[in-house]
Nanobody, 114 residues
């Protein structure tokens, strides 16, 4: 089993930045890919970005250039740096890990509002 704990969400003004963190514990050797998804009210959960164990990244096309995913294997932690935030980025952000199974964190709220 893998446990994922997110942190770093909150309220930010448009144009601001936030960094989300996701710490993994448990059977971390089984994790091949970690990523971030988000779900806005009334919408389906969507991929934000993902990163493999060796650092290959994948981004939602609309978020390229504003969001950056990174990974510290020594700390078993993945980060999401979000810049130039917009109100439409408001959502619950979920950490995801994939290996022989799929695991989810509990989610962290990001609200972009003036």
């Amino acid at each position: 089993q893998v446990q994922l704990v997110e942190s770093g969400g909150g309220l930010v003004q448009p144009g601001g930045s936030l960094r989300l963190s996701c710490a993994a514990s448990g059977s971390i050797f089984s994790i091949a890919v970690m990523g971030w998804y988000r779900q806005a009210p009334g919408k389906e959960r969507e991929l934000v970005a993902s990163i493999t164990r060796v650092g290959n990244t994948n981004y939602a096309d609309a978020l390229k250039g504003r969001f950056t995913i990174s990974r510290d294997n020594a700390k078993n932690t993945v980060y999401l740096q979000m810049n130039s935030l917009k109100p439409e980025d408001t959502a619950v952000y979920y950490c995801n890990a994939r290996g022989y199974s799929t695991w989810w964190g509990q989610g962290t709220q990001v609200t972009v509002s003036s």
